[in-house]
């Protein structure tokens, strides 16, 4: 049985269709809204803001008798800009009551919490950050996070850090920055994406079924796991897979640079965060860790 607090986001929504696809375990997603989600034979969906104590009591009680409970914890306040406006409410969210949650989810078998390169801080000279790297986080989020990692280690269970990730949303009403990029080629709208700014990054999909392929190993895994794509990407590059996808013209994404547009972010942002991913290959005996749009 699986347990994903916040599983209708966007990651959450292909963790559950990895889970349908690559188990045989049944699912209880917690969601803050559940008008617009729909209880299947395999997914339960009960309403909890991780916030409010007595809803995430319900869940704890309604998993505490059930064995071999998987966990995968996604509910944070995790835009960047908005943690840098409303630092207080952020650290509400994604320390003070992250570590109230972990601490009634003691019982668990396994747990793995949803992190990311924003810890590690800027990449010099193309260096790829692996998990033991030290971390210096330009930005109040990647400092939520390493704040947040540090109570699931407490704890003996798992992060995994993930790049930026993108693809088409499954989220009802809810677009990703995916869709927005789609709409504006599709309406021979320009689109400006950075040139100069690399990630390793991944889609939705190859991120969920990694993550669920680790859970899944009856074997120790190591509390920190980077989850991260083989090729060094900018969002230009993105932009220019998305158009040829769609068979659009790629004249209509235009590289900028992170100097240029210093106005698009509110809050800093690294010029560039790269992993190395060769421990989770080794673990999950793979080869190449492909970005796919
Ligand atoms: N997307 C990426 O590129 C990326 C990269 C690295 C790490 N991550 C991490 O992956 C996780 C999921 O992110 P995502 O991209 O899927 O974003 P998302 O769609 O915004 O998912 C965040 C989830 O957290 C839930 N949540 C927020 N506050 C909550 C609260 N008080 N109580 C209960 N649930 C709450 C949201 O619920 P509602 O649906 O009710 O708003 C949503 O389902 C986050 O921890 C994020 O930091 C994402």
């Given at each position: ?15 559950i ?9 049944d ?13 299947t034979s ?6 909890c ?11 704890i009680?309604?998993?505490k008798?059930i064995n071999n ?5 996604l ?6 800009d ?8 952020a650290?509400?969210?994604n ?11 003691f ?6 919490y ?6 590690y ?8 950050f ?7 986080p330009?930005?109040?989020y ?17 992060v ?6 993108i ?10 920055f ?11 709208k ?27 190993l ?6 920190i796991?980077n989850?991260?794509?083989?090729s060094?990407?900018s ?11 769609l ?8 590289p ?5 547009k210093n ?6 942002r ?15 005996n793979i ?7």
């Amino acid at each position: 049985m699986y347990l994903i607090i916040g599983g209708n986001g966007y990651l959450g929504n292909y963790i559950i269709q990895s889970i349908l696809a690559l188990t045989n375990d049944d699912i209880v997603s917690t969601a803050r809204n559940i008008s617009n989600v729909a209880n299947t034979s395999r997914i339960k969906w009960i309403k909890c803001d991780i916030t409010d104590d007595n809803e995430f009591d319900n869940v704890i009680d309604f998993i505490k008798n059930i064995n071999n409970i998987k966990v995968i914890f996604l509910a944070a306040y995790h835009h960047p800009d908005k943690v840098a406006e409303n630092p207080q409410f952020a650290w509400n969210i994604n320390v003070t009551t992250l570590s109230k949650c972990i601490n009634k989810l003691f019982f668990v078998d396994k747990l793995f919490y949803a992190s990311t390169d924003s810890v590690y801080g800027n990449s010099i000279n193309n260096h790829h950050f692996k998990e033991d790297d030290v971390l210096n986080p330009v930005n109040i989020y990647g400092k939520n996070k390493c704040a947040a990692e540090a109570i699931i280690k407490y704890y003996g269970f798992n992060v995994v850090r993930y790049p930026f990730l993108i693809a088409h949303s499954l989220v009802k009403n809810k677009l990703h920055f995916y869709d927005k990029i789609v709409n504006d080629l599709k309406s021979q709208k320009e689109i400006e994406m950075f040139a100069d700014s690399f990630r390793s990054s991944l889609n939705f999909k190859t991120a969920a079924d990694l993550l669920i392929k680790l859970c899944e190993l009856n074997t120790e895994i190591p509390h920190i796991v980077n989850i991260s794509g083989d090729s060094d990407l900018s969002k230009y590059d993105i932009g220019l897979m998305i158009a040829d996808k769609l068979g659009a013209d790629k004249s209509l994404v235009k590289p900028i640079t992170m100097n240029e547009k210093n106005n698009i972010f509110i809050s800093e942002r690294a010029s560039s965060t790269l992993m190395d991913n060769s421990l989770i290959k080794n673990i999950l005996n793979i080869d190449k860790i492909d970005f796919i749009i």
